[in-house]
Structure formats: structure tokens, C-alpha cells
């Protein structure tokens, strides 16, 4: 005898969602405090928010920016309706989303082959990821900064060398660790929401 699942629409749309949340919220807790103006060694929430987007496409990108901003109140104690940290999780949320539109439209990846993930495309979306997030964050902080609302400085090559090295190391740790831990045990536990392209 055949069981009949229902598929619930609201649980499908819940489920991407609230995975994502957790896994950036934790690896913002992994990761300590930020660096909006100098950078960090390693920058993992990056990482966390490539891996949710290719896990679960762009419908989950609210969902990233959500838990960019209650972990920049929670553990990096920023105001939550602050204008200016809303306008950095933003932005730092740009940088996957261009990485992985620009490759899928020019055909240079597809990040799954079959059941696998391939690495070697990993590493070209880790460091484009970078790249977009490097020059968007400096635009961004040095826009901040020129209009007097942030106390800083930004030293230009400081700044894009820190950012661009924390945030190709941040990608490269949670890609390569999502590929061999996360993955699987999503496509174990909730096989109907990862993709297969």
C-alpha cells in the first residue's frame, strides 16, 4: 500500500528559509566581531550566504539580509533599524548574488554534477564571490565615510587587500566544509529542497 504525502506549500517555502537564517546567524557567531572599515582575517558569513543561494537559489536572500542584521544587533551590537547597518548587510548580500547570476548567465558553471558538487567551480565562485563583495563593500564604506556619517578612515589598498583575503578564505572554508558535511545531510534530511543545477 502506497502512502499518500501532501506536500505542504508552506513548509516548502519555511524550510529554505529558516536553514538559511540559521546557517548565517552561525557563522556570524563563529566568526566574533566585524570590521566594516578594515576588514576581516576571515569572513565567514560570506561564505554562508554563497552556500545558502546555491543550496536554495535567490528566493532566500531576505532571508540572508534578515540574519545578516539580527546578528549585527545581537552579537556585534548594532542598532537594528540602524539605516547605515541595514545599507552594509545589504550590500554585503550583493556580492554571492552577482557572483552566481553572473556565472550561471555566462555559462562558465553549473555547481552541481549530478549528485556532486564540483570543487573546482567552487573555487572560481569563491573568489569572484570576493571580488563582487571586495569592490562593492569599498564603494559602499568609502561613500559612508566621504559623507561624514562614520568616524573612519579607509586606506584603499588596506582595506581591498583585507577585505579580498577574508573574504576568498570565508568562502573557500564554508563552501569546502558545506561540500563535505552540509550538503549531504540536507540532501539526507530534506532532499526536496536542494537543487540539481
Not at 549585527?72 to 554585503?92: I, K, R
Request: a negative charge; aromatic letters at 16%.
Amino acid at each position: 500500500m502506497q502512502e499518500n504525502i501532501t506536500k505542504d506549500p508552506l513548509l516548502e517555502v519555511l524550510q529554505p528559509q529558516t536553514i538559511t537564517f540559521l546557517i548565517v546567524v552561525l557563522c556570524y557567531f563563529i566568526n566574533g566581531p566585524a570590521y566594516p572599515f578594515e576588514g576581516n582575517l576571515i569572513w565567514l558569513p560570506l561564505g554562508a550566504m554563497s552556500l545558502c543561494f546555491l543550496l536554495f537559489g535567490f528566493r532566500v536572500a531576505l532571508a540572508a539580509i534578515f540574519a545578516s542584521q539580527c546578528s549585527e544587533f545581537w552579537f556585534n551590537s548594532q542598532p537594528f533599524f540602524d539605516q547605515l547597518t541595514l545599507v552594509m548587510t545589504v550590500s554585503g548580500t550583493l556580492g554571492p548574488v552577482l557572483a552566481i547570476a553572473s556565472m550561471r548567465f555566462f555559462k562558465l558553471s553549473n555547481f552541481f554534477d549530478g549528485e556532486k558538487l564540483v570543487f573546482h567551480h567552487l573555487i572560481f565562485l569563491a573568489i569572484l564571490t570576493a571580488l563582487f563583495n571586495t569592490l562593492i563593500a569599498f564603494f559602499v564604506s568609502s561613500y559612508i565615510v566621504s559623507n561624514g556619517q562614520a568616524n573612519e578612515v579607509i586606506h584603499a589598498t588596506d582595506f581591498l587587500r583585507n577585505y579580498l583575503m577574508g573574504d576568498i578564505l570565508g568562502c573557500l572554508l564554508v563552501l569546502f566544509f558545506a561540500a563535505l558535511v552540509v550538503v549531504p545531510f540536507i540532501k539526507y534530511f530534506f532532499p526536496r529542497i536542494t537543487p540539481s543545477e
